[in-house]
């Protein structure tokens, strides 16, 4: 909130993406959680005076900073980011929020954040040949969810959108152990254990999955089956949303370079797709695309200070 107030770079290059993209709804990423959504406001006040407007906005509060009290990582140290429930310096650092044109439907809404992981059918949790990893007391309040897992139904006329949303861990920054690689496999798997009501109730037709995953189907680290299970569900669709051929962002992988919607630069992991919108089979998909426009231009400058992330929009026709 101060540096959106404070007119930060960032955030106004942000607010300017998306005023240029005009969504009816937009999941955000990477903002700070507070209880009364004055960041999440504040950054709709500036989208709105670049000329967008949302009426609606919603948040949740994140695992990202919650303190566990126990060293969640086996460094030997606790209270630090990675001890948290999700990778945060503090509470709330790094959460989500929804924007939208229609209102959510609070009535609607679930939480699977609080999951246990280890309460996740078939959990792939970490260990060593000493046992669990990095104890079994960890493992007992080891939450599946870095950021959240939500289910957010939006009215839209007399019909009703359901969202699915999450940020996961990227699969890295662990040891042999791959504890960051494990946990970002099942909160992915998580999403087919709904559908399939093995975790809880399966959403009402028609939903939307939509977030990070931070795992490339093709290139990059991590535990491939777990992204290409879901964009191969029959229930979902993948519309492969791609940027423009002029975009900026090069050829370093093994995938169409077109679908990557981020960049890290080396030694990071070069260019992935990272970013998924998957409507439910039965939704009618009009069009979809990654905002990146060329970056010797104003929109590309301003994209590339908004973040390494790309937008991923869809235009979904509903009956």
């Known amino acids: 909130m101060r540096d959106i107030l404070r007119g930060d770079p960032q955030a106004e290059a942000v607010a300017g993406v998306i005023a240029s993209v005009a969504p009816d709804i937009i999941v955000l990423q990477g903002i700070d959680y507070d209880l009364d959504l004055m960041a999440l406001r504040a950054l709709r006040d500036r989208i709105d005076a670049r000329g967008h407007t949302f009426p609606h906005a919603f948040a949740l509060s994140p695992n990202t900073g919650r303190a566990t009290g126990l060293d969640m990582d086996g460094d030997g140290k606790r209270g630090e980011a990675r001890d948290a429930q999700g990778y945060g310096p503090f509470a709330g650092e790094g959460g989500m929020a929804i924007l939208s044109r229609f209102p959510v439907d609070p009535a609607g809404v679930r939480d699977f954040s609080d999951l246990l992981w280890a309460d996740l059918p078939w959990a792939r949790l970490p260990s060593t040949p000493s046992g669990p990893f990095p104890s079994a007391e960890a493992q007992a309040i080891q939450r ?176």
Do not use: C
């Open 144 to 319: 599946l969810s870095t950021t959240g897992h939500w289910l957010v139904p939006v009215k839209i006329g007399g019909q009703r959108l359901t969202l699915l949303t999450f940020h996961a861990s990227p699969p890295a920054f662990d040891g042999p152990e791959d504890r960051n690689g494990l946990r970002n496999h099942d909160e992915i798997v998580f999403w087919r254990h709904l559908l399939d009501g093995s975790v809880a109730m399966p959403p009402v037709n028609p939903f939307v999955l939509l977030g990070v995953a931070n795992l490339d189907p093709v290139d990059g680290g991590g535990h491939k089956a777990a992204i290409l299970d879901l964009l191969n569900d029959p229930r979902l669709q993948d519309p492969r949303p791609m940027r423009p051929a002029s975009a900026h962002l090069a050829e370093t992988g093994q995938s169409d370079p077109r679908l990557d919607t981020a960049s890290w630069p080396a030694p990071g992991p070069g260019d992935l797709r990272v970013s998924y919108i998957l409507p439910s089979a039965e939704l009618d998909i009009v069009q979809a695309g990654v905002h990146d426009p060329p970056s010797d231009g104003v929109a590309g400058r301003e994209a590339e200070q908004a973040s390494r992330h790309r937008l991923v929009w869809i235009d979904l026709h509903l009956d």
